[in-house]
């Protein structure tokens, strides 16, 4: 019970530790679950023979003729969207946003907190 306690209580750490800490966790679990999904997906694609619609010329020239460039635009940026999160691209999605996710906390770490001692008063080294 003691060692749980002491687990759960990061009374001793200070907060760039915590965070530090908090970082390392999230990289670790993130890196985990994308090399998990990696293996768990085969490389071959089932669906290179598949026919899209939005692949054909008729259905862009179509969407450009009624909705404009914008709109051909907005489909192919859907279409890569969606993509994102399938596949082998979905372990490469996880580890792009754990990374992300990583360096903000290690910038908040880094330049958000301010260390004070017991009185309160800050200890930052700036002058």
């Not at 301010?114 to 800050?122: A, L, N, Q, S, V």
Request: charged share 20%.
């Amino acid at each position: 019970m003691k060692m749980q306690g002491w687990i759960m209580n990061l009374g001793f750490l200070d907060n760039r530790k915590r965070l530090h800490l908090i970082m390392i966790i999230i990289l670790l679990a993130g890196l985990a679950g994308s090399v998990s999904v990696y293996l768990a997906t085969d490389d071959t694609s089932g669906d290179s023979y598949e026919f899209k619609p939005e692949d054909s010329r008729m259905f862009r020239h179509n969407l450009e003729v009624y909705g404009g460039k914008t709109s051909v635009a907005v489909s192919d940026f859907m279409v890569w969207f969606s993509e994102l999160w399938h596949g082998r691209q979905l372990a490469y999605t996880i580890a792009f946003i754990t990374a992300a996710l990583c360096i903000l906390i290690f910038l908040a770490a880094r330049y958000l907190v301010i260390d004070h001692d017991e009185g309160g008063h800050d200890v930052s080294h700036s002058d």
